[in-house]
């Protein structure tokens, strides 16, 4: 599509400034007088405190002042918080640990927050903190998730003894266990979900900073939801109320969920800026990162799939147990929990779902929300039954998945979920046809005949994206809302600022939101500017992830532009000396019906500031308008990824040969920045199936913490994908937008295993298939087809 | 990081007096392991001597039967020099496969070899190349350069000025990465010349870089891959073991990788 409107793949506007170095980045800002801030962290991955001497450490050059919990408590600065509420089955509320931004008494994991040293330099600053003498009783940690409540554990909370967080379910278990007593056929798998640890390109970063005229502070911080930060930091932690707090969050470089929660980090510099009377400075290094950052996944799971003498899925019970680390991180709870069973549908007709997840505390860093967060899992353990059901069933893996497709709509599963549209048989023969499955054979006889193996893996995944209708979230424990908000503010010359509650850290809104903007008013794009990441310009807004900046945040901006051009009508109607009712709003020209009076939109914008043509009884002056939107469901991208990839059994090493993506994400504003989500979703979900992993030691030690050991994906360990899309456009929102932030990192961990196994011919190897695994399971495959 | 005085030299006279002079004094050459040491406050040098100013230790030159590579030159320029690309292609296929293009751009062969580190290729390819370490203040034959893991035969204040390296060998190098740091996981260099043949293995020893000598015996008979079958890997107790590799794992991959060297180096 030509043009600049929704649909077009208009070049983002926001590149310009970062080609050419011209971001401005947390770490770029520097305030007057600023002093640096420095972290020491507990090289223990469990132990008390028993006391802490910085004396030698505050005389030291540059020293500023140092900090530890006893500070903390002394200015009563509340602890770090969780906002969603979770109760287990016997309806006792989770079990939330205190968790200080200085640990008090004790630390919990490897990176653990001990005290904080404030300098004129940073140098200064570390030199110091070498200096600083914490006499330390180690404990024996809890590392084994797997025994992480066994009795005669470590106690890492005194709030849970047993360091379970909660034991809870969702569905019908009576229901299920009915299903299982007819099923012909029972499918059983154990999985392990890897941890994973963050890398967005930009590390985080705070500055706090104090004016003591105003008593009033700032942050600068790496935050996909400053609103929320100021929120949780003002009303929770205490630092200020929220008139007095304005939080800036300005370019990000990159978040996939880490950057939602409230850290230490930022509450500490913050509050240490009134403390000392300066602007205080934090940039993590990237190991800080590694060590502190909240990690994503980590579940054990075992699942069994009932199914009929016909392959009709009967019913799905699923066990999970989830590693939510040392603390629980601002929105850990709600992500094994009403993140992820409800998903567990995945694409089929299941009649019977129960879900029992047990979270535990494990004395290593936080897990919490990456990048799908929930849906990635729930994909994993539903696509991963899905092929080994169809093998043990001796069905084709794809005929078994189109058996079981929901096909009418709506279809409300049995967790939670209304689905309102999408066709899935669609999405499968499309992928099917761009991937040449029939081909597939001819293919693997070649690989056979260079010595190698080949596989094909489907992965038919859902997400419930656009999160999410503040009530339904609020009746399961969500502590806020989550809405969006938007203002459309109008200049006189007929230019626009948009004013949102979203947050663009890569995702693109300056182009695709000014896309909406410039299409609606007929306008061009240029003449829009998005203007979001500061507390003190933009209205209480709830930030992005979860792939709803499109779904949630610009249907916000329509239902702006809706009320902004129905005043801008009005101002027509009196310039144009015509009834309102006879306006006519088209390609950015207010015209009178059936006649060839017009006028454009700036000029109508002009008209409503001058206000020389109506009074003030009649009409408002200005233009501007502002709204709330609330979802009334959630959204459900869904679609078919096929991977093939091919191993050398010498070696052990998985190439991706081929991906195909199909997705539908209802109706797209930009194809080219969806391509881009998903191809770097793909590569995310590629990362975690062939080389992501965190691995701590037996002492909690993290031994993956640095890119020596932990494997990011490069771009020579893919493959060029081949993406397309279906669509059914969303029917519960506006635009008919779905969401596709998430989909590629849902989707891609399942159909590499299931391609991986399907070479083999072997069932069960876990995640990251590293060359070592795949090498064991192929020898292991080789000796059994010897046999 | 923590302070230090820095000192650029101009010549390598200027640079061998400093050594002699300057207490506690770390060389610069690329710095893509020194720096990120000291950065990580792993290495605490009260001095460092950049050698970058030297223009002597940089370049390639044929000389006689031997490429003479200057201890500064980086790993990219070896791997695109025509001289090298000719004589010994397997040498700047080596060079081409480490790091990243900026740590190619950066890092330098001295640098590299004085470094040692266990899982670095360019000490298993200059041990099958029979190539020869040349010092400030001697000249010492890779096989005895190489000591252990990062430790080497160079003594206090001694510079690597450059390596001359026999060409006419058939020669290859196969490199297993490591996924994360792209090191090498197991590397097998193998150079034949004459009758003789070494097999040189890094990433795998519990030491650093080793000789494969059932390897080189079998090859020296005939320079075949399937010469190979039937010998025994290298025992996995003698080797690494990780969070990326067992022992058993390395093991197996010195065999597959020696194979695809032997095989490469016979292609032309
Ligand atoms: C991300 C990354 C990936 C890498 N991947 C690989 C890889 O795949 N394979 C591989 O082999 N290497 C790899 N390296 C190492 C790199 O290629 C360099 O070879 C190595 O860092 C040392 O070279 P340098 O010139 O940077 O030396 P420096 O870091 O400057 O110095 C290293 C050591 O050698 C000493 N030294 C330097 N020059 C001399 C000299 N002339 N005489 C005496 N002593 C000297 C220094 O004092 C120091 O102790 C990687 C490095 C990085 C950062």
Known sequence: ?787 | MYAFDFHRPATLRQANNLVGKVEDAKILAGGQTLLPTMKQRLASPAAVIDLSGVPELVGIEQKGRNLVIGAMTSHAEVASSALVRAALPGLAALAAGIGDPHVRHKGTIGGSIANNDPAADYPAGLLALGATIVTNRRKIPAGDFFTGMFSTALDEGEIITKVIVPTGAKFAYAKFRNPASRYAMVGVAVGKKGSSVVVAVTGAGSDGVFRWADAEAALGKRFNAKSLDGIKNPAAKELNSDIHASAEYRSHLIGVMARRAVTAATAK
């Open chain 1, 1 to 787: 599509m030509a043009g600049t409107g929704i649909g077009a793949r208009v070049m983002r506007k926001e590149d310009f400034r970062f080609i050419t170095g011209k971001g401005n980045y947390t770490d770029d800002i520097n305030r007057p007088g600023q002093a640096h801030a420095y972290f020491l962290r507990s090289p223990h991955a469990h132990a008390k405190i028993r006391k802490i001497d910085t004396a030698k450490a505050a005389a030291m050059p540059g020293v500023v002042a140092i900090f530890t919990g006893a500070d903390i408590e002394a200015d009563k600065v509340g602890g770090l918080i969780c906002g969603w509420m979770i109760h287990s089955k016997d309806g006792t509320p989770m079990k939330a640990g205190a968790h200080p931004a200085l640990a008090v008494g004790k630390v919990r994991y490897v990176g653990d927050h001990v005290a904080v040293v404030i300098a004129e330099t940073l140098a200064e600053a570390r030199d110091a903190a070498e200096a600083i003498l914490v006499d330390y009783e180690p404990l024996k940690p809890v590392v084994d998730l797997a025994s992480a409540t066994k009795k005669g554990s470590p106690v890492i909370h005194d709030a849970a003894p047993d360091n379970q967080v909660y034991d809870w379910h969702l569905g019908d278990e009576a229901a299920v266990k009915a299903a299982f007593k007819k099923a012909k056929h029972v499918t059983k798998i154990d999985l392990v979900n890897n941890r994973l640890i963050p890398n967005a390109m930009e590390p985080r970063a705070a500055i706090g900073d104090y004016n003591s005229g105003e008593e009033a502070f700032t942050l600068y911080t790496t935050s996909q939801n400053p609103h929320v930060a100021r929120l949780v930091l003002s009303a929770f932690i205490g630092i200020a109320p929220e008139h007095k707090l304005r939080v800036i969050a300005p370019d990000v470089g990159g978040g996939f969920g880490s950057k939602i929660f409230i850290y230490a980090e930022e509450t500490i510099c913050v509050w240490a800026a009134k403390k000392v009377g300066r602007p205080v400075k934090w940039v993590a290094d990237r190991t800080e990162e590694f060590l502190a950052i909240a990690h994503g996944r980590d579940h054990l799971t075992h699942a069994e799939m009932a199914i009929d003498e016909n392959g009709r899925i009967l019913g799905l019970h699923v066990k999970t147990r989830a590693n939510l680390g040392a603390y629980l991180s601002t929105f850990a709870s709600s992500v094994p929990t009403y993140l992820y069973v409800p998903l567990l549908s995945g694409q089929y007709n299941i009649p019977a779902i129960y879900g029992e997840v047990e979270a535990v505390y494990t004395n290593t860093a936080p897990v919490d929300a990456y990048r799908g967060a929930g849906r990635p899992e729930a994909t994993f353990v539903i696509e991963r039954l899905m092929e080994v059901a169809a093998r043990e069933l001796g069905m084709d893996p794809a005929a078994f998945r189109k058996k079981n497709f929901i096909k009418s709509f709506p279809h409300q599963t049995p967790v939670i979920m209304c689905y309102d549209t999408g066709d899935y048989n669609a999405s499968l023969a499309k992928a099917m046809e761009i991937h040449d499955v029939k081909g597939f054979a001819r293919r693997k006889r070649e690989s056979a005949k260079a010595g190698k193996l080949r596989g094909l893996g489907y992965s038919a995944y859902i997400e419930a994206c656009g999160i999410a209708p503040s009530a339904a979230v609020g009746s399961l424990g969500a502590g806020v809302g989550l809405w969006e908000s938007a203002e459309v503010r109008v200049n006189p010359v007929g230019t626009v600022e948009v004013l949102t509650g979203s947050h663009s850290h890569g995702q693109g809104h300056e182009t695709t939101f000014a896309q909406l903007v410039a299409g609606r008013l007929g306008i061009p794009i240029e003449n829009v500017a998005i203007v979001h990441g500061d507390t003190d310009k933009v209205q209480m807004g709830m930030g992005t992830y979860g792939s709803r900046s499109g779904a949630v945040g610009m249907s916000a901006i329509v239902k702006a532009l809706d009320k902004v051009e129905a005043k801008a009508k009005k101002v027509a109607s009196f310039v144009l000396e015509a009834a309102e009712a006879d306006i006519d709003f088209k390609d950015g020209k207010f015209s009178v019906k059936g006649t060839d009076k017009s006028i454009d939109f700036a000029s109508v914008a002009l008209q409503a500031y001058v206000a020389h043509k109506f009074t003030g009884e009649q009409l408002e002056p200005g233009l501007k308008e502002g709204a709330f939107y609330d979802p009334t469901n959630f959204t459900f991208p869904s679609g078919v990824h096929i991977a093939e990839v091919e191993i050398d059994p010498d070696t052990g090493v998985t190439t991706i040969a081929k991906w195909t993506a199909v997705d539908d994400f209802g109706v797209i504003i930009n194809p080219m920045i969806v391509e881009g989500q998903v191809h770097g979703g793909i590569a995310q979900g590629i990362g975690q199936a062939l080389l992501e992993g965190a691995v701590y030691d037996a002492n909690g030690q993290l031994l993956t913490a640095s890119y020596m050991d932990y494997a990011m994906p490069r771009a020579d360990d893919l493959p060029s994908f081949r993406v397309d899309h279906t669509t059914t456009p969303c029917l519960s929102n506006p635009l008919g937008i779905k969401g596709c932030g998430e989909a590629g990192a849902i989707a891609a961990p399942a159909a590499v295993m299931n391609a991986i196994t399907d070479a083999l011919g072997h069932e069960n190897i876990a995640m990251p298939a590293t060359p070592q695994a795949v090498w064991q399971a192929a020898q292991a495959g080789l000796a059994r087809a010897a046999e």
